[in-house]
């Protein structure tokens, strides 16, 4: 099994930044993808963000690109999420998620396997 652990979630000011790791194990990383995902109260969860492991192939959810960026480290297995700007509805538990690349990088149906998830609280 893949085990995904995650870091970096916290309070954070609007207009603040944050960078959230998700550290990976346990796996062959060829034709992966690693993804971030969130969820806010009474809401489904939805995608922010994902990485082809091997092209380095970036997407993002249109209510976070160009302020969030992704970005692996092969050396150490590690996705990243830096998010500049954040705003309230920002505001929800952010989860870590790998799979194969399916071509689906923005439905939860792709990933098998999913970190804790850790909290992310944007307020004044």
């Known amino acids: 099994q893949v085990q995904l652990v995650e870091s970096g979630g916290g309070l954070v000011q609007p207009g603040g930044s944050l960078r959230l790791s998700c550290a990976a194990s346990?796996?062959?990383?060829?034709?992966?993808?690693m993804g971030w995902f969130r969820q806010a109260p009474g809401k489904e969860r939805e995608f922010v963000s994902a990485?082809?492991?091997?092209?380095?192939?970036?997407y993002y959810a249109d209510s976070v690109k160009g302020r969030f960026t992704i970005s692996r480290d092969n050396a150490k297995n590690t996705v990243t999420l830096q998010m500049n700007s954040l705003r309230p509805e920002d505001t929800a538990v952010y989860y870590c998620?790998?799979?194969?690349?399916?071509?689906?990088?923005?439905?939860?149906?792709?990933?098998?396997?999913w970190g804790q998830g850790t909290q992310v609280t944007v307020s004044s």
């Open positions: 990485i082809n492991w091997n092209s380095g192939w970036t």
């Open positions: 998620a790998a799979g194969w690349d399916s071509g689906s990088y923005y439905s939860v149906r792709q990933y098998d396997y």
């Open positions: 346990g796996r062959s990383a060829s034709n992966y993808v």
